[in-house]
């Protein structure tokens, strides 16, 4: 029987946006790609690169430049590995803890935050 995540979706949320905001090592150098929703370990996906704006004075006039083409780049990114990190709870676990004044939610959420950055090391 498959493992249905329905419940935990806002739990990884949050621990995602905790770690989203986190600037280290690679995550602040990763754009992400809608388009991508899955891609399996061995997949080549391409993550596009800007080039840096180039800036310049403003002069006034009736026609605005006929300036601001850019040449996009790619960076190819090829799926090595597929990691997990268990976490398991069960009822009584979490009725002690929220009994006890601690929050299931919070530490949960704190189990995923730990997790989500831990999948992308190398190992």
Do not use: C, H
């Amino acid at each position: 029987m498959a493992n249905t995540l329905t419940n935990l979706t806002t739990t990884i949320y949050n621990a995602m946006d905790v770690v989203s905001r986190e600037l280290v090592g690679l995550i602040p150098a990763v754009s992400t790609d809608p388009q991508f929703t899955r891609a399996a370990v061995g997949q080549t996906v391409m993550s596009f690169v800007t080039p840096p704006a180039i800036i310049s004075d403003i002069t006034p006039g009736v026609t605005p430049p006929n300036d601001g083409d850019q040449t996009l780049g790619n960076v190819p990114m090829t799926i090595t590995k597929a990691k997990r990190a268990p976490i398991r709870w069960n009822g009584e676990e979490r009725l002690a803890l929220n009994n006890n004044g601690a929050s299931y939610n919070a530490i949960l959420s704190d189990q995923f935050a730990q997790a989500l950055p831990r999948a992308r090391e190398p190992r």
